[in-house]
């Protein structure tokens, strides 16, 4: 490739990292959700990277040994999400741009531009101090993808990545890296780019999944799904998945929704962990312990059968008087 065809090849490229960037300016906004300041941001053939001054999220040495730092920093869900829609915000960026779908940039292995995004959430997912799943993290970023399109806030940083590609063209091998100044400018030029609207839309997310994601579970349990032959579904069970639960103590039915734990969907026939929260638990009060079986169903049709790990609201738990 001539330098031309090199410097349009990584031009999506530019846009994925100013996604990044732009994750950051978001997130500084509010002070639940700031990220700390960028100290590097390097675009180029072949490097591309932006690295935060202060690495909440990212492993510095050892999974081993930072693995209960993380989990405390995970503690901070808003700035958590925050950090969720940093991270999506490359592939999201380069989605738009390449006009295609985000799962073509984001995902495990080398053949996806994304591959270091998809691999820093999984392993923040694996010692997170609360569940979630990438079926939500798509959610997140199906409505965040909206917020951007809405606003044509991709389309309006072309300026910006013009006037980067003309520097990329000029300096050494291809590769531009900005001094502190350098990047204090472009970070307030994305800055004076967001309209007050989206940053409005991406306080209401932020808001939105902070809540889901903070909403504890009444207890846990082992599920085990019934294969298709037995009578259970027929498709996959995403998690999240709300069915009607019936426990052996009483007639009264509830809806219970069910989140799988390091998971993202359960086979019919599987058996998996799950956080289970109950639409109404007065019928539940003081009933719960470890063993208590109870089955969940679509209709009439029973798909499976549960029993009670743990209880995590107290109220529910027998022998515990209410609060």
């Known amino acids: 490739m001539n330098i031309e065809q090199k410097l349009e090849y990584i031009k999506s490229t530019v846009f994925h990292e ?16 700031d990220l700390g300041n960028v100290k590097s941001f390097e675009i180029g053939f072949p490097k591309n990277i932006v690295v935060p001054t ?70 923040v997912r694996n010692v997170s101090s609360f569940n979630w799943n ?6 997140l970023q199906n409505e965040f993808l909206k917020t951007l399109i809405d606003h ?30 350098e990047i204090e400018n472009l970070t307030n030029q994305i800055h004076n780019s967001i309209p007050k609207k989206l940053l409005n839309d991406y306080k209401e997310i932020v808001d939105k999944y902070t809540f889901v994601f903070s909403r504890k579970a009444d207890f846990i349990a082992e599920l085990k799904y019934r294969t298709t032959e037995e009578g259970g579904r027929t498709t996959n069970a995403k998690s ?21 734990m390091n998971r993202n969907f359960a086979i019919p026939g599987q058996t998996v962990v799950a956080e289970i929260r109950v639409a109404s ?43």
């Open 18 to 33: 100013l996604g990044h960037l732009t994750g950051y300016c978001l997130a500084s906004k509010y002070e639940e959700t």
């Open 54 to 123: 202060k690495s909440f999220y990212h492993i510095e040495l050892d999974l081993l040994k930072e693995q209960d730092r993380i989990k405390k920093e995970t503690e901070n869900i808003p700035r958590t999400v925050a950090w969720f829609i940093e991270v999506i915000s490359g592939c999201t960026f380069q989605s738009i741009v390449e006009k295609k779908h985000f799962k073509s940039c984001f995902g495990f292995g080398n053949n996806f531009d994304g591959h270091l995004d998809f691999s820093n959430l999984a392993i």
């Open 134 to 139: 990438f079926d939500e993290l798509h959610e």
């Open 152 to 181: 044509s806030f991709v389309q309006n940083l072309e300026p910006i990545v013009q006037e980067l590609l003309n520097r990329i063209r000029l300096a050494p091998l291809l590769q531009l890296k900005l001094n502190p100044s």
């Open 240 to 260: 999240g998945y709300r069915p009607t639960i019936k426990f052996d103590f009483s007639d009264i039915q509830t809806s219970g929704s069910q989140r799988f």
């Open 281 to 323: 638990t007065d019928f539940l009060k003081n009933k719960l312990e470890e063993g208590t079986a109870f089955d969940f169903r679509e209709g009439s049709r029973i798909i499976g059968f549960g029993k009670v790990i743990k209880v995590v609201n107290q109220n529910l738990e027998l022998g515990k008087a209410s609060t």
